[in-house]
């Protein structure tokens, strides 16, 4: 079903009751806007405490991004029940589970984060989502501009950024179904920019080490050049295209897992196969953390799972459409 | 009512049938016949086990489950809204404000009137609670996709406007689910 | 719009985001799933569960049905997986591949699933209702009784019903309608009572 062809009546209808504009903002402009978003998060120095909500879950974190010559550095802290902490360090992503003493590591590949489609892909960005302003709003003591960006199908969430006007920053998010209600929001409730933010500020609280922590690394390989797997995806909606195939395994583990990201510039699906080697803790099916879907399902003694920040048609879709066409 | 007659039995004509439709669509006690005309071919065949309540508790069920859609491309009923809507907004405010009714758009923020028709009961739901967060019906993840989420996020958009902030969803477990 | 057409009809529109339709889909095959899922499992209660998470599982995965399989066969094998997992989950055996995939559960028409009801009330409402649905039938005038009896037992299509009461078609439709609407009426507060209300 289309989605809600009631919205561009509503549109108009504020125009008309509140003389704001609503007129939707040319693909340029609209990327834009979003490469600046992109920009801020990366070059800024900023430190501030926000909530996330999704279903009807809030929690609340700190979060430090300082960079300098030597790289980028970002520090994440849950503030609210089991502690959690997220580090940065350039490529690398370190997990600290300090309750159960895990620390889970994951290399990022040095690519152009924003926007992860190349230019000639992103123009399905505007394809599949009308772009434009939202009014401005005050958040966490900044003027922000907003942006809206709804899908023009039911496979994709709505999303409304707010950034500072001045720098660009992201500081408040939500993502929307097609019910109209919302999936995931993210919000700075206090924060700074440029100033008082140091080095120190985002280094690991805990002390990880062997035997008394447990290392789990996920690690990736064919870093260098494009990988065929031989897993293709037969049918997914329009305007997402596959932006990245590679061969993963676990820690101490030979046992080789594919992984493909599809993304249509603002959602990205994930599709992981692994065979299915007498596991028995595979549990089939939808399930979800926040706002992110899960579906798994077996094809031939492989497991599919397909996840990412999309309806939960979408990666049954996607999951239904997997299929191996290598030798 | 003769013609949900015809239609369970596959033998209306196609313009008629979807007509019923549309009227199924609307009408609770049409449904209803529906329902009823098949405990009673059920009934017939020798099975007339009615376990009560399960069509109510299934309804509820489905109530709470996410609408589902399938992807349709076509020339979007959009673009005719837009069109229509000079004729429309001077017509009648009844017209306008029934429609605004049900839509409390989370992306606006005007809040909208409430109006005199009748309508789903999902629109209700969308009235009282602006803004409500959306009750993700699926289960939550076992422990084992968790090296997947972290995996997931560095391609994650949100990723690269957000920062790390945005692995503050794949971090948001239970303790116990962690292997 | 011959019967495939209206499961697909209404198949469609629950993909359009009807709900209502999808529920019609329920209120049809939910008596035959259960018959079918209750080969396997033996408890009533469990069997509704069951069914249930089938129904469920099936309107979330209507994205991927396309129609070229009957809906009640790919809501069949829905059925059966669900059942599988539910018998795993529960520790219990999971017949072999042979009892599950037989086509003859499919066609399984049998009535003794009916011993096993677990509340008297449930139990009593059914005999009612069976009883109800006699009793009507035997008032009937001939002609309604022979025409319903065609259709829902032999499963004849109109036309053929028209040839064997040699009749008109028109007339048929109006036999078959009249009976069943002569039997809901008996049925309806019966129903009432059974607080199978939803609609």
Same mark, same amino acid.
């Given at each position: 079903?289309r989605?809600?062809?009631l919205?561009?009546?509503?549109a108009?209808i ?7 504009a ?51 550095f970002?520090?994440?802290e ?11 360090n ?5 997990c600290?589970y300090?309750?159960a ?9 040095t ?11 992103l ?8 772009i ?15 942006l ?17 006007s001045?720098?660009?920053l ?6 929307v179904n097609?019910r ?31 035997p ?13 050049g ?10 997914y ?5 596959k ?7 676990r ?12 993304s ?7 599709i ?37 920040e ?17 030798k | ?11 209306l004509?196609n313009k ?5 439709f ?14 009823i ?5 059920d ?19 489905l109530?709470?489950?996410p ?16 069109a229509?809507?000079p004729?429309?907004?001077?017509v ?49 993840a ?8 972290l ?18 969803r794949?971090v ?8 | ?20 339709a ?17 080969r396997?499992i ?16 099936a ?7 396309r ?10 094998r ?8 539910y018998?795993v989950?529960m520790g219990?055996?999971? !017949?072999?591949s =042979? ?7 499919e ?6 699933? *009916? +011993?096993? #009801?677990?509340?008297p ?23 309604l009784?022979?025409a319903?009896?065609?259709r ?15 009749? !008109?078609?028109? =007339? ?10 002569t039997?809901?009426?008996? *049925? +309806?507060? #019966?129903?009432g009572?059974?607080?199978d209300?939803?609609?």
């Amino acid at each position: 079903m289309r989605r809600r062809s009631l919205v561009p009546l509503i549109a108009l209808i504020g125009f008309l009751a509140a003389g704001a504009a609503a007129d939707p903002l040319q693909p340029k402009e609209a990327l834009a806007l979003l490469e600046r978003v992109a920009d801020a998060a990366r070059t800024l120095n900023y430190a501030g405490i926000f909530v996330y909500q999704y279903g009807d879950q809030v929690e609340t974190s700190r979060i430090v991004h300082y960079t300098d010559a030597s790289g980028e550095f970002e520090k994440l802290e849950t503030l609210d029940g089991p502690r959690r902490e997220i580090i940065r360090n350039n490529d690398e992503v370190l997990c600290y589970y300090p309750d159960a003493k895990i620390l889970r590591s994951e290399k990022r590949l040095t690519r152009r984060s924003f926007p992860a489609l190349l230019p000639e892909e992103l123009h399905s960005l505007t394809e599949v989502y009308e772009i434009r302003k939202g009014d401005p709003e005050r958040i966490a003591g900044f003027n922000s501009q907003a942006l809206i960006l709804e899908p023009k199908d039911g496979m994709r969430y709505g999303h409304k950024l707010w950034a500072d006007s001045g720098s660009g920053l992201l500081l408040k998010a939500r993502m929307v179904n097609e019910r109209n209600h919302v999936v995931e929001q993210f919000m700075f409730t206090q924060l700074t920019i440029g100033t008082g933010v140091t080095r120190d500020m985002v280094n690991p609280s805990f002390n990880a080490q062997a035997p008394a922590w447990r290392f789990d690394r996920f690690t990736n390989n064919n870093m260098a050049g494009s990988f065929d797997s031989g897993w293709v995806v037969t049918q997914y909606p329009p305007g997402f295209h596959k932006i990245m195939e590679m061969r993963r395994s676990r820690q101490g583990s030979s046992v080789p897992i594919t992984h493909l990201v599809y993304s249509d510039g603002l959602a990205a699906i994930s599709i992981f196969i692994e065979p299915a080697g007498g596991r028995t803790d595979v549990r089939e099916g939808l399930s979800h953390q926040g706002a992110i879907n899960i579906y798994t399902r077996t094809v031939n003694d492989q497991i599919v799972t397909v996840l990412g920040e999309a309806p939960a048609v979408t990666v049954i879709q996607i999951a239904n459409a997997v299929a191996y066409q290598g030798k | 009512m003769e013609r949900i007659s015809v239609l369970m039995d596959g033998e209306l004509e196609n313009k008629e049938a979807m007509g019923e439709f549309e009227r199924l669509r609307g009408d609770s006690a049409l449904r209803e016949t529906w329902d009823i005309y098949h405990l009673i071919g059920d009934a017939l065949r020798g099975d007339s086990r009615v376990t009560a309540g399960f069509t109510g508790r299934f309804g509820e069920r489905l109530d709470r489950e996410p609408v589902v859609l399938a992807p349709r491309r076509r020339p979007t009923l959009r673009v005719i809204a837009r069109a229509a809507l000079p004729i429309a907004a001077s017509v009648c405010g009844v017209v306008v404000v029934a429609w605004l009714v049900i839509y409390n758009n989370p992306f606006e923020s005007h809040p909208m009137a409430t109006a005199q028709r009748s309508r789903p009961s999902i629109a209700q739901k969308q009235l009282t609670a602006p803004q409500e967060l959306a009750q993700v019906a699926a289960a939550p993840a076992s422990a084992s996709v968790n090296e997947y989420l972290l995996a997931h996020q560095q391609f994650s958009p949100s990723t690269a406007m957000q920062g790390v902030a945005s692995y503050v969803r794949t971090v948001s477990v239970q303790e116990s689910d962690i292997r | 719009m011959g019967d495939r057409e209206v499961d697909q009809q209404l198949v469609e529109r629950a993909q359009r985001g009807d709900k209502h339709a999808f529920e019609l889909l329920v209120a049809k095959y939910q008596r035959k799933l259960a018959r079918l899922l209750s080969r396997f499992i033996r408890d009533p209660a469990e069997v509704e569960d069951v069914a249930q998470e089938a129904f469920i599982k099936a309107y979330r995965a209507l994205p991927s049905f396309r129609g070229d399989s009957a809906f009640y066969t790919w809501l069949y094998r829905i059925g059966i997986n669900t059942a599988k997992n539910y018998l795993v989950a529960m520790g219990r055996r999971a !017949p072999t591949s =042979t009892e599950f995939d037989s086509e003859e559960a499919e066609n399984f028409e049998n009535g003794d699933y *009916l +011993r096993d #009801l677990n509340t008297p009330e449930a139990e009593l409402i059914t005999k009612q209702i069976a009883a109800t649905v006699n009793q009507t039938m035997e008032e009937l005038p001939e002609e309604l009784r022979t025409a319903i009896t065609l259709r829902e037992i032999e499963g004849m299509s109109y036309e053929d019903i028209a040839t064997v009461m040699n009749c !008109p078609i028109g =007339t048929v439709r109006s036999r078959i309608f009249r009976a069943r609407e002569t039997i809901a009426a008996r *049925l +309806r507060p #019966l129903l009432g009572t059974a607080k199978d209300k939803r609609w």
